[in-house]
C-alpha cells in the first residue's frame, strides 16, 4: 500500500510564503514522477510543478518564477517552495505521485489528501 502525507499549508498574508512538504512511503518499486496540483472553489484542478525520476521540473506559467519544487530521493519526499503569494493562489494543494507499486509492474497515479493554503488580501 502506498501513502501520500502532505504538510505546510495554512493561512498567510499577500506577499509571504509557505512551504508544502509530501512524503510518500509503502510499497514503492520505483518512482516516475511527483507533483503538486491544486483546485480552488469552482475551478478544475492544475498542475502547478512537478518533477521527474531525473530531476526534470514542469511549472504552471502562473508560478514559474514564484514556486520552485525540489525533490529528496533518499526520503521519497517533495517539496513545493511557494513566495510571493497571492490571493489567487488559495486553493487546495494536492500531492500526486506516479509510481510502480510492489510487486505490479506498471505505474499507479496516487493523489494525497490535500492541504488548504489560504492567501488574505
Known amino acids: 500500500q502506498v501513502q501520500l502525507v502532505e504538510s505546510g499549508g495554512g493561512l498567510v498574508q499577500a506577499g509571504g510564503s509557505l512551504r508544502l512538504s509530501c512524503a510518500a512511503s509503502?510499497?514503492?518499486?520505483?518512482?516516475?514522477?511527483m507533483g503538486w496540483y491544486r483546485q480552488a472553489p469552482g475551478k478544475q484542478r492544475e498542475l502547478v510543478a512537478d518533477i521527474s525520476s531525473t530531476g526534470d521540473r514542469n511549472y504552471a506559467e502562473s508560478v514559474k518564477v514564484r514556486f520552485t519544487i525540489s525533490r529528496d530521493n533518499t526520503k521519497n519526499t517533495i517539496y513545493l517552495q511557494m513566495g510571493s503569494l497571492a490571493p489567487e493562489d488559495t486553493a487546495v494543494y494536492y500531492c500526486n505521485l506516479v509510481a510502480v507499486p510492489l510487486p505490479n509492474h506498471a505505474p499507479v497515479v496516487y493523489w494525497g489528501q490535500g492541504t488548504q493554503v489560504t492567501v488574505s488580501s
Open positions: 509503502g510499497s514503492i518499486s520505483s518512482i516516475n514522477a
